[in-house]
């Protein structure tokens, strides 16, 4: 694992950035999921502001990690910030986006979008895998759409699964933890205060804890990386870092 630490997450946003322009070098498709939420909704601006032409976006894959169910056009829709910030600002073709039909029936969209991860991602060891995860992590702790009380959708044999919000009862398609842990390399972006308690119980319990989904993140085959502000690092131990 390693936790790279800015300064606040316009830096997080900036540097990721990099590191992703450089990860998508080369001469092979590239395929990589993507997170909601505010820090990538940033990141999504800055490719497309100052890697927007030396990407070659041609050989680049979008699917999500998670999507609520609601329509493309909807404000809360992944897909329809990402389009915003991102999509519609690049040359990318149209084949190459593979989004998360929020709108059709939660079920047999789970199960639609399974096969179409199965159909598109390379396999290694007879798994689909991606070249990069995205992720976020929410005040609680959840990542993807896997909230703590519904840890066992972390372990479903099913690559794809219906999750609801525990609050609002909202329903979401998430990726599972087996294609997560499967992936080459897998990025949080998290940032702000609001997430230091969660960070700090997560990052300095060595790995050993499983009280989050946040904590069973841990790529069997490829790298963790955390891009973290000092605001989301403030209980960090001394010695982790």
């Known amino acids: ?5 800015y300064q606040d997450k316009n830096e997080v946003a900036q540097e990721f950035s990099k590191y992703f322009a450089e990860k998508a070098k080369g001469d092979e498709p590239f395929h990589v999921a993507l997170s909601g939420g505010s820090t990538p909704k940033i990141v999504f601006d800055v490719l497309a502001k100052e890697f927007g032409t030396s990407i070659d976006w041609k050989l680049v894959h979008f699917y999500w990690g998670d999507e609520r169910c609601v329509l493309p056009t909807d404000d809360e829709s992944n897909y329809k910030m990402t389009v915003e910030h991102l999509l519609s600002k690049i040359e990318i073709p149209e084949e190459n986006i593979h989004r998360i ?6 079920e047999e969209e789970a199960v639609r979008y399974a096969q179409v991860l199965k159909d598109e991602l390379p396999g290694k060891n007879g798994f689909p895998q991606f070249d990069l995860v995205i992720l976020g992590m929410g005040d609680d702790g959840h990542t993807a759409s896997i909230f703590p009380y519904e840890m066992e959708l972390w372990k479903s044999v099913n690559l794809c699964e219906v ?10 398609i998430t990726i599972t933890g087996n294609l997560i842990n499967h992936s080459k390399t897998v990025a949080f972006l998290v940032t702000g205060a609001s997430k230091e308690e969660k960070v700090g119980e997560i990052l300095n319990c060595d790995g050993a804890c499983d009280t989050y989904p946040a904590n ?5 085959l490829g790298d963790l990386v955390w891009f973290l502000d000092k605001a989301a690092a403030a209980k960090i131990r001394e010695g982790q870092v």
């Open 216 to 220: 069973l993140v841990a790529p069997t």
């Open 163 to 172: 999750a609801a919000h525990p609050d609002s009862g909202q329903k979401r």
């Open 1 to 5: 694992m390693e936790l790279k630490i």
């Open 101 to 106: 039909k929020g709108e059709n029936d939660p």
